[in-house]
Structures are given as C-alpha cells and as structure tokens.
C-alpha cells in the first residue's frame, strides 16, 4: 500500500493499492498540492493530468509520461527526468532546478516562467515550443529548438554547442555576447558548430633518446 500526502499538511490524498508506482497509470488524474518527492516513478503515465502546487523533488520519474497534460506550480528540482515526455503538455511556473532531463521532449509543449537553472537538458526536444523562464548554467548541449519560440527568458552560462536553431525566434532574453552570436551561427548553419578538435602531436619516438 502507497499512500500519497498533501505536501503541506500531510493529509493523506491518495491511497494506491501497489508495492510500487513504477509505470503506475494516473492518467487524467486531477489532484492539487500532493507530495510525490523521492518517490521511484519510472514510467508513469500522467498524460492529459491536472497537477497544481505538487512536490515531485528528487523523485524519480524516468521515461514518465507527461504528454498533453496542465501542470502548474510544480516542483521537479534535483528530479531524475530523462527521457521524460512532456509534449503538447502546458506548463506553468515549474522549477526543474538541477533536474536531469537528458533526452527529454517538450515538443510543442507551452511553457510559461519555468526555472531550469542548472538542469541537464542534453539532447532535450524544444521542437516548436513557446517558452520563457530560466535557463542559467543549464546544460543545453545538442538540444533541438528548431521553430521554437523563446521569450523573456534568461540564458546566461547557458551551454549552447551543438544545439539545433533552425527557424528559433528568440526575443527579450538575456544572453551574453558569445551566446548571441553562438545563437546567429547556429540559425544560419542551423546547428551552433562544436569546437575543432584539435590533432594530438606527439612526439617522433627517436626524439625520446636526442
């Protein structure tokens, strides 16, 4: 038995009849201010849900499913997210602050002030998203924001190499001087260059015994 608690006043919300919540199917679940943090959830189904002020911290949510549904005021810091799937899905002042969601698809997902500062978004899937928030020292390496639409949003210390930026619109955000010219390469050649790779000299074994 897996009894989930109010984050704020541990009342109990939901009492699930399971060992564990690994592919536990809360499809369409409408539930506010429940506490799901720490919790081993790989696989879960939240699609078409309606989440609000819920705690998912350091839980685990591995290849979740997240796809079409209405999250608001929720917090997914230090989470375990990768291959996560949040497309089509809305979402509303989320933090993922130092969350893992390496690989994860937010593909015309509507994201409004989330927080992703330091948050691993390699190879993620912003594919024709509109979205603002925070993206501070976030790892967004290979990341696909092709047609996405990025506002108000704060990039500083942001890692940008090999991310995809055909078509991106990007307006009133803040990024540094290399990240805006990164940004400029990377929609003209539609993928921001990673650095040459530079040949290793190695010395002629006869100079070892000059």
Do not use: Y
Not at 87 to 101: P, W
Not at 151 to 159: F, G, I, K, W
Not at 194 to 203: E, F, G, S, Y
């Amino acid at each position: 038995m897996i009894e989930i608690r109010a984050s704020d006043s541990g009342k109990m919300l939901l009492e699930l009849r399971a060992e564990s919540l690994v592919g536990w199917d809360f499809r369409r679940l409408n539930l506010a201010g429940a506490n799901f943090s720490e919790l081993q959830m790989s696989k879960a189904d939240f699609g078409h849900a309606m989440l609000s002020a819920s705690d998912f911290r350091e839980a685990v949510l591995t290849e979740a499913q997240f796809w079409s549904a209405i999250l608001t005021n929720l917090r997914f810091d230090k989470g375990r997210l990768q291959n996560a799937d949040f497309r089509d899905a809305a979402l509303v002042n989320i933090s993922f602050r130092g969350a893992d969601l390496s690989g994860a698809s937010f593909r015309h997902a509507r994201i409004v002030n989330a927080d992703f500062t330091e948050a691993n978004l390699r190879d993620a899937d912003f594919t024709m998203a509109a979205l603002s928030g925070t993206f501070r020292k976030a790892d967004l390496t290979g990341v696909d924001l092709r047609m996405a639409d990025i506002r108000d949003a704060d990039l500083n210390e942001a890692q940008l190499l090999g991310a995809k930026l055909a078509g991106v619109k990007i307006r009133r955000s803040d990024l540094s001087t290399q990240q805006w010219r990164q940004f400029r390469v990377g929609k003209k050649l539609g993928t921001v260059p990673l650095p040459a790779i530079q040949p290793v000299h190695r010395r002629a074994w006869w100079h070892f015994w000059s």
